[in-house]
């Protein structure tokens, strides 16, 4: 069966809350903390950039989508400076799990969002996307996503 753009989102979604939970669950500086932080940044970054150019991308093209899309895209931004802030944190300070804990009441008020209010106004607006030529297109750009963050990775000087 093919997985709707709607199914693929949501999928993800329930990935990134669990990884929240994990991240959650650990102290300090610890292997485990830095594993599921590097795991959680490496896919909602994935995640968020095919999910504005599959999805957000035909959607604010739509009249009734235009709002729901610009909206979702600037709290992608402000989790995104986030996730970049809390980067540059030492993870051994009480200020790297305030700023996850804050990170994650947004990014967990965006998805909720998204699956509550938006999915429907796009099911409208786009369709049901029965066929998965949303959720094709998402897959193949998060794909993409993914190799670039792995070429910028690779090419990172080792430190």
Request: proline share 3%; aromatic share 8%.
């Amino acid at each position: 069966m093919t997985k709707t753009i709607y199914d693929l989102l949501k999928q993800d979604h329930d990935k990134h809350r669990k990884l929240m939970d994990k991240i959650a669950d650990t102290s300090g500086d610890s292997e485990a903390r830095r594993k599921a932080w590097n795991e959680f940044f490496y896919e909602v970054s994935a995640h968020a950039a095919a999910e504005e150019e599959a999805f957000y991308g035909p959607l604010i093209k739509t009249e009734d989508g235009q709002p729901h899309a610009r909206h979702s895209v600037a709290e992608h931004h402000e989790v995104d400076e986030m996730m970049a802030e809390l980067n540059e944190t030492d993870m051994s300070s009480p200020g790297w799990l305030t700023k996850f804990k804050t990170m994650r009441h947004r990014y967990e008020h965006h998805i909720d969002e998204e699956e509550e209010d938006i999915f429907p106004a796009a099911k409208e607006a786009l369709g049901k996307d029965a066929h998965g030529k949303y959720g094709q297109e998402f897959m193949r750009r998060k794909d993409r996503e993914r190799e670039l963050v792995d070429e910028k990775t690779d090419a990172a000087p080792d430190e």
